[in-house]
């Protein structure tokens, strides 16, 4: 266990070394792995917002994991965006495909929080994209029938054109698990940009807002949420959502 803790930990900051924005997407991770489970997810986001640059901004993702044993979850996953531009939309189309891993670093409740880490990279299918390295520490505590999640993020572009600044944020998560069907909550994003230069609380992008959690079936879980933006680099208001099928 000390070994394996140790290799992943190592794992981490080299990838965090290693020559956008912060958050690939929106959703605040916990820090398991369940063996032999296999899912297929869809996540997305759509913004709103009275200026155009900002407007209907959108985002979504099709992935299949697989819980390889108890401390490893993996994922393969294609992305496709719609921008806005001075006269519409663009056209939904694929952008990247990201492989992505969290590894649970201790059996759930042997310590005081439960922790983990997220590995994801990022590959362009665009030419003239770059490509992205992100690393997340994943920690989570519940008391009561609360559950308190934090992910504190960093980001590096790789390749051709890429900024060779690291990026860093949180994203949290505080949820009432009032059955397993519907759990109410709250949620906050911070973008803190590039570390070696602190931006104005403006020019970083906050939201917050609430989100729902369950089951909708034995087999489909939800995460659906509305976040508002709290400064002014953030969008007037961002559609969530996370929708899993497990087989």
Do not use: C
Request: proline fraction near 5%; avoid cysteine; glycine fraction near 8%.
């Amino acid at each position: 266990m000390k070994l394996r803790i140790a290799f992943i930990i190592i794992a981490f900051i080299f990838s965090l070394g290693l020559p956008g924005p912060v958050f690939a997407e929106k959703q605040v991770f916990q820090p398991y792995a369940e063996q032999g489970e296999l899912e297929f997810e869809n996540t997305g986001v759509y913004d709103i917002d009275p200026h155009k640059n900002k407007n209907a901004v959108q985002e979504y993702k099709y992935a299949i994991g697989y819980g390889v044993n108890s401390f490893w979850h993996t994922e393969l996953e294609i992305e496709a965006e719609a921008l806005p531009t001075d006269d519409a939309i663009t056209p939904v189309k694929a952008t990247h495909m990201e492989w992505e891993n969290i590894f649970q670093l201790a059996p759930k409740g042997e310590y005081w929080l439960d922790p983990g880490v997220y590995l994801a990279y990022e590959a362009p299918l665009i030419n003239k994209q770059v490509g992205q390295f992100e690393g997340k520490i994943l920690l989570e505590k519940s008391i009561g029938k609360i559950t308190n999640i934090l992910n504190i993020s960093f980001n590096q572009e790789v390749g051709e054109g890429a900024d060779r600044h690291t990026d860093a944020g949180v994203s949290w998560s505080s949820r009432y698990r009032l059955s397993r069907y519907f759990e109410p909550g709250v949620e906050y994003w911070n973008d803190f940009s590039a570390i070696t230069h602190q931006l104005d609380y403006n020019q970083q992008s906050h939201q917050v807002g609430p989100a729902f959690y369950g089951r909708l079936t034995r087999h489909i879980n939800y995460d659906i949420g509305y976040l508002f933006g709290i400064s002014d680099a953030s969008p007037r208001g961002e559609l969530k959502w996370v929708i899993e099928y497990e087989f």
